[in-house]
C-alpha cells in the first residue's frame, strides 16, 4: 500500500465546511494548502494517552493528610479524560478505630484549650444576644438560655469556642442560631463538668466534657457531635443529631465519623432518637438503640482492629468525588496484598494537574510497587 509524504500538499482541501446533516455538506469557497501532516494533526490532535508505569515504586500510606502516589501525575491539554488507575496495597499496621477516636479526641480537646481567650469577661450566661466568632472562657460553670446567635460576619472558617471550668447545660428550648456564614463545624463548647441540654433544646454545634457524663434532654436538636473524654452519654427520648455543616477548621480524624463517641463510658438511649452518623466507645457499652435510628455505625469498646485505606483522582488538588475508593480490612489481613482500582472522568482547564492521591484513616499500608496511570482524551 502506498505511504503519503508528509509533506505532501492538496491545494482542493476547504478551510471550513457546513455540514447540516449526514447526507449533505456546503463547502465554501474558501480554499487552504495543507500538507500531509497537517490532515494527521487536524485527525488525531495532541497525544491523546498519556501512561505513566512502575515497576518498583512503594509509598508508605500512614495518615489522613492525602499524598500524592509518586510519579502518577500529569498535566495534558484542557479537556475531558477517562482517569485508569491500576496497583495494589499491603496492609502494614493496623489500629482500633476507637482507640484511634479516643486519641484523637485528646487532642482536639487539647487544642481547644490552647486558643488564646479573647473574652474573659462575659457572665456565665449566654442568650438573647449576638456574639462574634472568639474564644470565651468561664471559670465556673457555664449555661445558654433564650436563644444565642453567633454572628461569622461573612467568614465561614470563623470560630467560636465556648470553655468553662464546670459544667455546661442550656434551658428548656433554648437555641443556638448562626448567621453571617457561621457554620455549626466551627462551633465547640468545651466543659470540664458534665454537659447537658434542656428539653426541646435546638442547638447547632459540638459539646465536648474533658471528665464527666454528657446528656441530652427530650427532643433536643444538636447539628452538630456530643463527646466525652471519660465519662457516659445519655440520650433523651424522641432526640435527633446530625452531622455538623461544613468542614472543621480543626482536626478531627476518625471521630468525623462520629455523633456520639466517649473515650471511657457507657452510652445509652431512651426511645425513638435519631443519629445520622456513628456511634463508639472507646471502654464501655452502648445500648438501648433497639427503638432509635441510627445511620451510621455502632462501635462498642475493644473493637478489633482494622485497616482503612482510601485513594482517589485529584485535580489541582480537589478530589472528584466519585473517584474516591474507601477500603476496610480487618486484623486477619495484615500483610496481604489488595486491589487499589480507580476509573472517573475528570475535565481539566489549560494548566491543571491530575494526580493520584492516598491515604489512611487507620493502620498504615504500603502501595506498590507495581502501579498504572493512564489518562484518555474523550473525543
Known amino acids: 500500500m502506498a505511504t503519503i509524504p508528509n ?17 449533505s455538506a456546503l463547502i465554501n469557497s474558501n480554499r487552504k494548502v495543507f500538507t500531509m501532516q497537517d490532515i494527521k494533526d487536524t485527525i488525531s490532535g495532541p497525544p491523546l494517552v498519556t501512561a505513566i508505569t512502575s515497576d518498583n515504586t512503594i509509598i508508605v500510606i500512614d495518615n489522613q493528610e492525602p499524598k500524592i502516589v509518586t510519579g502518577m501525575t500529569a498535566s495534558p491539554i484542557a479537556g475531558s479524560y477517562l482517569v485508569d488507575f491500576n496497583s495494589q496495597f499491603t496492609v502494614d499496621n493496623l489500629s482500633s478505630e476507637t482507640l ?34 472568639g474564644v470565651y472562657t468561664q471559670a465556673g460553670a457555664t449555661n445558654v438560655t433564650g436563644v444565642l ?39 465547640w463548647f468545651v466543659a470540664e463538668g458534665a454537659s447537658s441540654t434542656g428539653a426541646s433544646t435546638i442547638f447547632r454545634g459540638s459539646i465536648i466534657s474533658n471528665q464527666a457524663a454528657v446528656s ?48 471511657t463510658g457507657n452510652i445509652t438511649n431512651t426511645g425513638a432518637s435519631n443519629i445520622e452518623l456513628s456511634i463508639g466507645t472507646n471502654s464501655g457499652t452502648i445500648t438501648g438503640f433497639g427503638t432509635a435510628t ?43 496484598q489488595f486491589p487499589a482500582i480507580l476509573q472517573t472522568v475528570a475535565t481539566i482547564t489549560e494548566g491543571q494537574t491530575i494526580d493520584i492521591r492516598a491515604y489512611s484513616n487507620l493502620g498504615e499500608q504500603n502501595i506498590g510497587p507495581r502501579m498504572a496511570f493512564v489518562i484518555t482524551k474523550i473525543l
Not at 149 to 168: H, N
Not at 240 to 262: D, I, K, Q
Not at 302 to 324: A, E, H, K, T
Open 149 to 187: 446567635t453567633l454572628d461569622a460576619g461573612g467568614d465561614s472558617t470563623a470560630l467560636f469556642v465556648f470553655r468553662c471550668g464546670g459544667a455546661f447545660t442550656t434551658g428548656a428550648s433554648a437555641e443556638v442560631v448562626l448567621t453571617g456564614g457561621a457554620l455549626s463545624s466551627n462551633v
Open 294 to 336: 441510627v445511620g451510621g455505625s455502632i462501635i462498642p469498646g475493644g473493637s478489633n482492629p482494622l485497616s482503612i485505606f482510601r485513594c482517589g483522582v485529584y485535580v489541582d488538588g480537589v478530589i472528584i468525588n466519585d473517584s474516591l475508593r474507601s477500603t476496610t480490612r480487618p486484623f486477619q489481613a495484615e500483610s496481604f
Open 100 to 133: 484511634q477516636a479516643k486519641t484523637e479526641l485528646i487532642s482536639l480537646y487539647d487544642a481547644l484549650i490552647a486558643l488564646t481567650p479573647t473574652e474573659t469577661g462575659h457572665i456565665p450566661t449566654y442568650g438573647s444576644e449576638t456574639l462574634s466568632p
Open 7 to 23: 509533506d505532501q500538499k492538496f491545494h482542493t482541501v476547504a478551510s471550513k465546511v457546513n455540514t447540516t446533516s449526514r447526507a
Open 216 to 263: 441530652t434532654g427530650a427532643l433536643t436538636s444538636i447539628e452538630g457531635r456530643m463527646f466525652a473524654i471519660t465519662g457516659a452519654i445519655g440520650i433523651g427520648d424522641a432526640s435527633v443529631l446530625t452531622e455538623p455543616l461544613g468542614t472543621s477548621e480543626l482536626t478531627l480524624g476518625t471521630l468525623s465519623l462520629f455523633n456520639l463517641f466517649t473515650g
